[in-house]
């Protein structure tokens, strides 16, 4: 089995949606984990704020705030888990809830060390 990393981009803004709706897709995620850790092919991960973020780019390191201009290019989180390969990742990406919200995932090979 191989390691992947889910990088989430966009998906439902948690700090502008009534509350009631944030609840929903709270559940709808955690079902989701859940389901990918009784397969035992969960490995970790977590949501991101959208509060602070930096970005330090080029030689010259300069810093701007927050990563992009567009809040659907944000990655709102990323989990790990396993795979034989990126065929049955994306198989497995599919089943995520951040397509409910127009977002997506990126899915890469964790490289070993």
Do not use: C
């Not at 948690?14 to 944030?22: L, N």
């Amino acid at each position: 089995m191989k390691n992947y990393l889910f990088l989430f981009r966009g998906g439902l803004d948690f700090t502008k949606a009534p509350s009631e709706q944030v609840q929903q897709v709270i559940l709808k995620w955690k079902n989701w984990v859940d389901e990918l850790a009784r397969k035992g092919i969960y490995n970790g991960g977590e949501r991101l704020t959208r509060s602070e973020a930096a970005v330090i780019k080029g030689p010259a390191k300069l810093i701007t705030d927050g990563p992009y201009t567009e809040s659907k290019e944000i990655v709102g989180g990323y989990i790990s888990i396993k795979a034989s390969n990126l065929q049955e990742a994306i198989e497995i990406a599919k089943d995520s809830p951040i397509f409910n919200f127009d977002g997506n995932v990126e899915i890469r090979e964790v490289a070993k060390p």
